[in-house]
């Protein structure tokens, strides 16, 4: 599975952005794609993730009523789209493919085993 991420870019706070991954490959194994981010000298952090079958969505605490994880089948590409940012919302954003099929682990960075090249969001105050 190959992912491609995009949309990235600087914004001031309040803006908003949306990310898109396209994936390509083995798609049909899909579980679920997620979005995780990074900011300069912190761990990797759970952001969303959506179940490809059905469409079930879940969010981290701080981005929830913000963000919203979306996908369209038919491009195999999933979207985030980014309202009232935050300077913390500051970060290197990666999409990521998981077909370990477990829901208890959907938000857990080992259950994704396909990661695209990661986008910068930058927010300033």
């Known amino acids: 599975v190959q992912l491609q991420a995009s949309g990235g870019g600087l914004v001031q706070a309040g803006g908003s952005l949306r990310l898109s991954c396209a994936a390509s490959?083995?798609?049909?194994?899909?579980?679920?794609m997620g979005w995780f981010r990074q900011a300069p000298g912190k761990e990797r952090e759970f952001v969303a993730a959506i179940k490809w079958s059905g469409g079930s969505t879940y969010y981290a605490d701080s981005v929830k009523g913000r963000f919203t994880v979306s996908r369209d089948n038919a491009k195999t590409t999933v979207y985030l789209q980014m309202n009232s940012l935050k300077p913390e919302d500051t970060a290197v954003y990666y999409c990521?493919?998981?077909?370990?099929?477990?829901?208890?682990?959907?938000?857990?960075?080992?259950?994704?085993?396909?990661w695209g090249q990661g986008t910068l969001v930058t927010v300033s105050s």
């Open positions: 490959g083995r798609t049909f194994s899909t579980y679920a």
């Open positions: 990521a493919h998981n077909m370990r099929g477990i829901l208890s682990t959907i938000m857990t960075f080992s259950s994704y085993g396909y």
